[in-house]
């Protein structure tokens, strides 16, 4: 007796009815100082300054912060975003890669990690072991941080703060506080 099974043609009747959905891939660019940075403005007596940055599609990324606190924001009006007033509370310095999250091939938010101080008694040279996850929506007028992940406290950082980029990138209303996303812990200071 021979015996058939319909669960080949079945899988095959899904693919041609059900059409497969293209995602789109997530983009990552560098954020390094030296070499693709430039330096746009240094503030006397407050060891600060600013930097412009390339990014994905030309998108400028802005980054102001001097020895213990930075800002970054995005766009052609970056310094003038909410992103650009945006820190975290512990003192802090930006990662050296942005991950652009993409929707229909744009851009609609990035996820930076943060290195933070978690023990202010420390020398700074060792105290900086902190890891945040900031994601920040993308658009004129709306670029500010949408919410925090404690890199170190959380399974999979990267995919709480995908799932989020993915769900409130451009509808999150900037009034509001970043949520924090997973949970919380020493590298977001508490």
């Not at 390339?54 to 992103?83: L, M, R």
């Not at 990690?113 to 993308?138: F, K, N």
């Amino acid at each position: 007796m021979v015996r058939f099974s319909l669960r080949p043609v079945g899988i095959l009747l899904c693919f041609l009815v059900f059409p497969t959905v293209a995602l789109a891939e997530n983009v990552r660019t560098p954020l390094d100082f030296a070499s693709n940075c430039q330096l746009t403005k240094i503030f006397d007596g407050e060891a600060a300054a600013e930097w412009i940055c390339e990014g994905f599609q030309d998108i400028p990324v802005w980054v102001s912060g001097g020895s213990s606190k930075f800002s970054v924001s995005y766009g052609a009006t970056a310094d003038k975003e909410p992103a650009a007033t945006q820190t975290l509370e512990p003192d802090n310095r930006p990662g050296r890669q942005v991950e652009w999250v993409l929707e229909d091939g744009e851009p609609v938010a990035t996820i930076l990690r943060w290195i933070t101080r978690i023990d202010q008694s420390l020398d700074p040279a060792d105290a900086y072991r902190g890891e945040v996850l900031v994601v920040t929506q993308l658009g004129q007028g709306q670029t500010c941080h949408i919410g925090y992940v404690d890199a170190l406290a959380n399974r999979d950082p990267h995919q709480l703060a995908r799932d989020a980029a993915n769900l409130l990138a451009g509808i999150w209303d900037c009034s509001q506080s970043p949520k924090l996303l997973g949970r919380g812990g020493r590298s977001l200071g508490f």
